[in-house]
């Protein structure tokens, strides 16, 4: 596998060199919002990132992509879609030549996740794709290879990268306000007993909970510090084997980070939890609920409890996309970044390979 270092370095220079050299990275801070194409319509499309694209400042939707024609009127009627901005999954390659669409934000089954992103990149449009970024790492390296060398920019739909309530996660942690942080717990997990699912298809999801929820335990302890893990230790279980069958029900995984920091996470599909706890001893911090898109509450403790209350808009996905429209325009990378996703991904076929092994898996960065 490529070494990270030079990977990454590669890529910057060449997207530095495309983004200067395209004329897609060409914009009018006056201009009206970036047009925004929603590629798959389920559940999240539906109620999360179509209402927040109603209030965001900087894009808005413009186009939808479905297989779906029932859906495709719907949509059109609810959201003032013209036909001209309506595709399929045979036709999408079209999409390059509609001005109306700045922005791919691909919303499909983690197995489409790469071929989606790349040819919304070759059609020359900018892309969010949705988290986990992709199946594993080599994946990811053909994504942001493919949008580097369009010009164009690439972000993971990480939303609690500008949460409010993260973010300050993220400040007490890796400025010390209550002392060096020494123990992290990050879980998160819910009920999904159904076989129908495509989640808890290995094919299409990739392993189960650790792919669609572990990201978010990951991102919590390592962003709070501000580090990256250099081992892991996980295992793996399955309680219900009518339902989990070629994949984990639950996982439990540990993560020792260079300055000494220690953080123990599940996930689970079968099972409540959501919670991110930090202590540096007597002192803690966190926030419960942490990762659902319905908003999180926090607390913390120096002496007494104390309630952690931060303003946060109606949908985390309104700062999120307007970030990467800013990102768009002023020719700046986002924070969550194709090689964010890389990373993720990289932690997690690690914990994968902990869990099937029974061994401790060394990370190199």
Not at 98 to 105: A, C, Q, S
Not at 128 to 147: D, G, R, S, V
Not at 169 to 179: H, S, V
Request: positive net charge; glycine residues 8%.
């Amino acid at each position: 596998m490529t070494n990270r270092r030079k990977f990454i370095k590669q890529v910057a220079l060449q997207s530095g060199a495309l983004m200067m050299a395209s004329p897609l990275m060409t914009y009018n801070q006056a201009e009206k919002p970036l047009g925004v194409a929603l590629v798959g319509l389920g559940n999240y499309s539906t109620n999360q990132l179509a209402p927040a694209l109603l209030q965001t400042k900087k894009c808005k939707l413009t186009g939808i992509v479905t297989g779906t024609p029932e859906k495709a009127d719907k949509w059109s009627t609810q959201y003032a879609i013209p036909k001209k901005n309506i595709y399929n999954y045979q036709n999408f390659d079209a999409i390059k030549d509609n001005p109306d669409i700045d922005i791919v934000y691909v919303v499909l089954p983690n197995s489409m996740h790469a071929e989606y992103t790349i040819r919304a990149a070759r059609a020359g449009k900018h892309v969010i794709c949705e988290k986990p970024m992709a199946l594993n790492t080599a994946e990811c390296q053909a994504m942001i290879k493919a949008c580097s060398e369009a010009g164009v920019q690439l972000s993971i739909g990480y939303r609690l990268y500008f949460e409010p309530h993260h973010l300050e996660m993220r400040r007490l942690g890796k400025e010390k306000i209550y002392g060096k942080v020494k123990m992290i717990e990050s879980s998160l997990g819910f009920s999904m007993a159904n076989p129908k699912v495509w989640r808890l298809n290995k094919a299409l999801g990739g392993g189960g909970a650790i792919m669609d929820l572990g990201v978010y335990c990951i991102q919590g302890a390592r962003r709070t510090i501000g580090e990256l893990p250099n081992a892991v230790t996980a295992q793996g279980f399955i309680l219900d084997k009518t339902v989990f069958k070629d994949i984990y029900e639950g996982m439990t995984f540990q993560m020792e980070f260079p300055g000494g920091t220690i953080s123990n996470s599940t996930t689970t599909y079968s099972s409540y939890v959501d919670r991110l706890h930090a202590t540096s001893g007597y002192q803690w911090f966190g926030l419960s609920p942490c990762y659902n898109a319905t908003g999180a509450y926090g607390q913390y403790f120096d002496g007494e409890i104390k309630p952690l209350k931060l303003i946060t808009p109606a949908y985390q996905q309104i700062y999120q996309m307007d970030n990467f429209a800013d990102c768009i325009r002023n020719n700046r990378k986002s924070e969550a970044s194709g090689e964010e996703g890389w990373i993720d991904l990289k932690i997690i076929e690690a914990i994968k390979k902990s869990a099937d092994t029974g061994q401790k898996v060394k990370l190199i960065w």
